[in-house]
């Protein structure tokens, strides 16, 4: 990094936002100058970052006036509805933590591991994807590289965190009885079927995102793909069951040595070890923890996987600031 880049964080004092300059200042990122911005709510905190205070600032129509190189938002779709193409409009780059932008054609859609190419074809914006799908992505590439995809089940089993603060709450609350705010049902002692609003179909809009968004990072549009998404009373980190059926065969052993080898992932797989991945081991990483890979029996080429990821960090953070990276490099 030669340059001094302007670099707005949006929603700092959320939990990605929060994630977001744990990540830089643990990849020393000072060569950039930073504002951060929150609600009116927030606005006037002080934080420490990067060994300096700064005071949050009340995210305006004007905030971006400054001339800002970059922005990372992490503030809801609202937030990033309103006020990315507002920066856009003054110059600066976008990395959008929110659906909002993800499905749009001229939006790149990015996971640094599997098409960074794509980085580089925005126009003002880069949609960070769901932190479900970027974990399953992580580890679906490179099999698809080498075995082609033909079909998809995704099960998830979602972390309160990524709700925000408020889906961390409601688990804190429950544990001392108290009713939930963010979930419609109590999610401590509970696993709720439930992520996002339902669609007319009966799935909902996280499931959606996980289909839509798998297929456009693949770049196989007509790849047929279902889920179900859960919410399940763990604080930090999404473990997902993922069913693969292929058009190839394949030795199980390869397909292990494969992932093994690839970009941003961890193998925890040794059964006779109860060696398989396990939210409480991934909080705090970048990389995809997968393991339990076994045949399913039941097709001509199939496989399931157990994919686990921290879903503030890989799932949010973590991507958002290697796309910074590409793009200051
Ligand atoms: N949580 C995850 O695992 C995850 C993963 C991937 C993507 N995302 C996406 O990341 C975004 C942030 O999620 P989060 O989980 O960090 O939520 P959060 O914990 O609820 O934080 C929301 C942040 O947005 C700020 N904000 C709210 N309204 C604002 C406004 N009008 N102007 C400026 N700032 C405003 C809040 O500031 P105040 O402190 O002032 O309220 C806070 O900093 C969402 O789009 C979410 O879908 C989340």
Known sequence: MQNRYKVA?????????????????????????????????????????????????????DSFNSNFDYAIFCAGGSVSE??????????CTVIDNSSVFRM?????????EVNPEK??????????????????????????????IKRIVYSTYQAVSGAGKSGIEDLENGIKG??????????????????DVFMADGYTKEE???????????????????????RVPVKNCHSESINVEFKTNFDIYDIKMLLQNSPGIVLVDDIEKDYYPLATKADGCDDIFVGRIRRDFSV??????????????????????????????
């Open 9 to 61: 964080i949006v929603g700092s004092t959320g939990v990605v936002g929060k994630t977001v300059l744990k990540v830089l200042e643990e990849k020393n990122f000072s060569n950039c100058t930073y504002t951060l911005f929150s609600s009116k709510k927030s606005a006037g905190t002080k934080l420490q970052f990067l060994g300096q205070t700064y005071i949050i600032q009340e995210l305006t129509e």
């Open 82 to 91: 309103k006020f990315a193409p507002i920066a856009v409009s003054k110059g």
């Open 104 to 112: 749009n054609i001229d939006v790149p859609l990015v996971v640094p």
């Open 178 to 195: 108290i009713a939930p705010k963010k979930f419609p049902h109590p999610i401590f002692n509970n696993c709720l079927p439930h992520i």
């Open 119 to 148: 980085i580089f074809e925005n126009k003002g914006i880069i949609a960070n994807p769901n932190c479900s799908t970027i974990q399953a992505v992580v580890a679906l590439k490179p099999l698809d590289d080498k075995y082609k």
């Open 300 to 329: 001509p080429y199939g496989i399931n996987l157990w994919v686990v990821g921290d879903n503030l960090r890989k799932g949010a953070a973590s991507n958002a600031v290697q796309i910074l990276e590409k793009l200051i490099s």
């Open 208 to 230: 959606y995102k996980m289909i839509n968004e798998t297929r456009k990072i693949l770049n196989k549009p007509y790849l047929p793909i279902t889920a179900t998404a859960v």
